[in-house]
């Protein structure tokens, strides 16, 4: 027999109730947990002598309890004659002065101010769903009228979302203080507990209306309050708590190594995010020591973003490499200060054993891993906000290889590195000597000012560029046939710029026109990463696709190459580079409209849906003959190199062989054509052009 109310209605049915404890019986009903679970936080806030108005009561055996603990001034209502009648009968002898009434809660007999405290242990939940939290507002109205100046309503409730919103707005407007206490199960009790956390609110009356709200959140009955400004912000704590109790519930009864669950953890007096913590589990059946059940692994400041962290496949690989049962990877957040290892494992450890697999002893010991027990450095040194793409940051990192970098990220995708170069010393000589000690102890590598470091030219961090670069052995750049020829290439995308001056500096007889959509790019390339255009290397603002289409209109210029390095801000398409619109066959026909009979287009392309990829593939082969594709190697990126020319049918792999030469010609040219000595550039064609495959 199933006594559970089938739909919401019947929460609040006085039909509904009625039945309901006729067909239980004597046998008290509990929601939400009995006396031992609430009793330390009733305590806090009821006072022994207080009068205490308990409403829709039923049979639970909390106002008995309270009774016998001292509490003699409680008046319990309910809606129902049955359990009325049956809670007077059960206490008329041990409990003769313990009271209970049949009353609706939404209108009292009670006189105004009568009360110290009501206490209500889920008729705010039942009541809520009624006539869109009409019957419950009328409550809450009854509850504000009979408590004094003074008193408390403390209501036990599962706080979901228009529960809480109704109640907390309603008090927030009367002017009382509001504060909500998360109750967490016991370690090792989750599989008879609910999902979601139990929480009790406590709302305040005083005599005058607060002109500010008082909104409080506490963990546990003695948690320290952290104090909200809004009542929005009160209601995402809930859901932070409610998501963490459902996670924690779920790690805590099974296992799936598909699945990658990840929750954040805010700074507990500013609310900030502080850590994210992503759960990998091993496979079902994969060999694990008995003493390997759970791991903690510190990921290193300014790493967070590295494949084998950020990706699905890279915390899979890291976690197999670990062999633990369970491997917890947390991630330090910007903007927030670390000490050392020991105080972020210190930080760590009282929740450790939330997130520990099913079955693991209580008592075990959890290590802590890390890179060469390294926390990493993090540096901010410039922040913005863009027009176009919202809020920027400027940050110096230093890498796991010892080296400095710099990077620009932007917030609303803090997960992806926008631009990155290597930063060395402003001398050379002085450069060389550190790099020297970074290679003999790259962990301990001093962190150098950034007022005396400057971006190095010549290495191009993002593995992307690299192979855009390779891929002009196509256009047979360093050739002898080629060595006095112009090169022209048009690149949308500036990024840091990184790309184009590396092309300007280093591709003999090179002229590259860059065409940028945001003004904000172009300033923090400057500013930060030592771009300098000039003749040989002009930017264009505007958008892409409409100076391609201006180009195309205008007649009379054509490109040796045409670079696509622009990412979509559009994430929930299975495509962050480019943007859908600049591979519609359309553009892709005035790109090829725009190039030399040599020419060749470039586009780096990331895309996660296969058969995406798949629609990509065919409208670019639809434009051009020839396409080659290189991998990114531990990224979904992929660059595709597009060439007006035929392939030599039937046997198109003899387009690979004959890349070799160009490679090394590729290679010559690029170290000769350095302007400085002590510059050089940092890449290997042969190497890139190795993996490389025909289409």
């Known amino acids: 027999m199933n006594l559970l109310p089938r739909t919401a209605e019947e929460f609040s049915s006085a039909g509904y109730w009625e039945r309901f404890f006729k067909k239980r019986g004597e046998k008290a009903f509990e929601w939400y947990g009995d006396y031992n679970k609430l009793c330390g936080v009733l305590h806090k806030y009821i006072k022994v002598q207080d009068k205490v108005l308990v409403v829709g009561c039923g049979n639970s055996e909390l106002s008995e309890q309270l009774y016998d603990v001292g509490y003699k001034h409680l008046i319990n209502i309910d809606i129902s004659e049955t359990v009325v009648t049956h809670m007077n009968q059960r206490n008329a002898e041990r409990r003769p002065d313990l009271a209970f009434h049949q009353v609706d809660a939404t209108q009292t007999p009670y006189e105004d101010c009568s009360y110290q405290a009501v206490l209500d242990k889920g008729t705010l939940d039942a009541m809520a769903s009624e006539e869109e939290g009409a ?27 228009e529960v809480i919103k109704l109640a907390v707005e309603h008090f927030v407007q009367l002017g009382w203080a509001v504060r909500l206490h998360c109750l967490q199960e016991e370690r090792g009790k989750e599989e008879d507990s609910f999902a979601l956390p139990v929480f009790v609110l406590v709302c305040t009356k005083f005599r005058q209306p607060m002109p500010m709200p008082i909104l409080e959140m506490c963990l546990g009955e003695d948690g320290a309050p952290v104090r909200h400004a809004q009542v929005v912000e009160l209601l995402s704590a809930v859901r932070e708590h409610q998501s963490y109790s459902v996670l924690r519930k779920r790690l805590r009864t099974s296992t799936d190594a598909s699945s ?10 500013t609310g900030l995010p502080r850590y994210t913590l992503t759960v990998q589990d091993c496979p079902p059946g994969t060999k694990v020591p008995r003493s390997n059940q759970f791991a903690i692994f510190i990921v290193p400041q300014g790493s967070e973003t590295a494949w084998l962290y950020s990706s699905s496949e890279g915390r899979r690989q890291l976690a197999a490499s670990a062999n633990f049962r369970r491997l917890v990877i947390v991630a330090m957040h910007r903007n927030q200060e670390y000490t050392d290892m020991q105080s972020v494992q210190s930080e760590l450890s009282p929740m450790v054993m939330d997130l520990a697999p099913p079955g693991m002893p209580v008592n075990q010991q959890v290590p802590f891993l890390s890179v060469g027990g390294d926390l990493g450095w993090r ?11 919202g809020q920027y940051i400027v940050e110096n990192v230093k890498g796991e290889d010892g080296e400095l970098y710099r990077r620009l990220v932007f917030l609303s995708n803090a997960a992806l590195i926008q631009s990155e170069s290597r930063l060395v ?18 962990a301990a590598a001093p962190v150098t000012p950034s007022n005396s470091l400057t971006v190095d030219s010549g290495f191009l961090c993002c593995s992307h560029h690299e192979v855009m670069v390779a891929g002009l052995t196509m ?29 300007r500096d280093f591709v003999p007889n090179v002229t590259v026109e860059v065409v940028e959509l945001d003004p904000v790019v172009l300033e923090v390339a400057q500013q930060w990463f030592g771009f300098q255009p000039d003749d040989r290397l002009i930017v264009t603002l505007g958008d892409g696709l409409e100076r391609i289409c201006a ?7 054509l490109f040796d190459v045409i670079m696509f390095d622009v990412d979509n801000k559009d994430s929930t398409l299975g495509m962050s580079c480019p943007p859908a619109a600049f591979v519609e066959t359309p553009i892709l026909q005035k790109v090829c409209s725009l190039l030399t009979p040599r020419g060749l287009f470039i586009l780096n392309l990331a895309c996660r849906d296969p058969a995406l990829r798949k629609t990509v593939l065919e409208r670019v082969s639809g434009v051009f003959p020839t396409i080659l594709s290189r991998k990114i190697e531990e990224e979904i990126n992929e660059v595709l190199l597009c060439s007006r020319v035929e392939k030599e049918a039937p046997d198109a792999a003899r387009i690979l062989p004959s890349l070799s030469q160009s490679a090394k010609n590729l290679q010559s040219a690029l170290y000769s054509n350095r302007t400085e000595p002590h510059r050089k550039p940092h890449i290997d064609i042969a190497e890139l052009l190795k993996d490389i495959k025909v289409e």
């Open 260 to 269: 990658n669950l990840s929750l954040t953890l805010c700074h507990a007096k």
């Open 379 to 389: 540096e901010e040194v410039a922040s913005g906000v863009s027009q176009l793409s």
């Open 475 to 503: 256009v047979g750049v360093g050739t002898p046939q080629n060595k006095d020829v112009p090169l022209s290439v048009l690149l949308v995308g500036l990024g840091g710029g990184g790309l184009p001056q590396f092309l």
């Open 551 to 557: 180009l195309e209109k205008e007649g009379g210029r």
């Open 135 to 161: 019957l419950a507002r009328n409550m809450l109205t009854e509850v504000s009228r009979v408590l004094c100046v003074g008193g408390r309503y403390v209501c036990v409730t599962l706080a979901q979302e």
């Open 425 to 442: 010393a402003l001398s050379a000589a002085s450069s060389q000597k550190k790099k020297n000690k970074r290679k003999s102890k790259a």
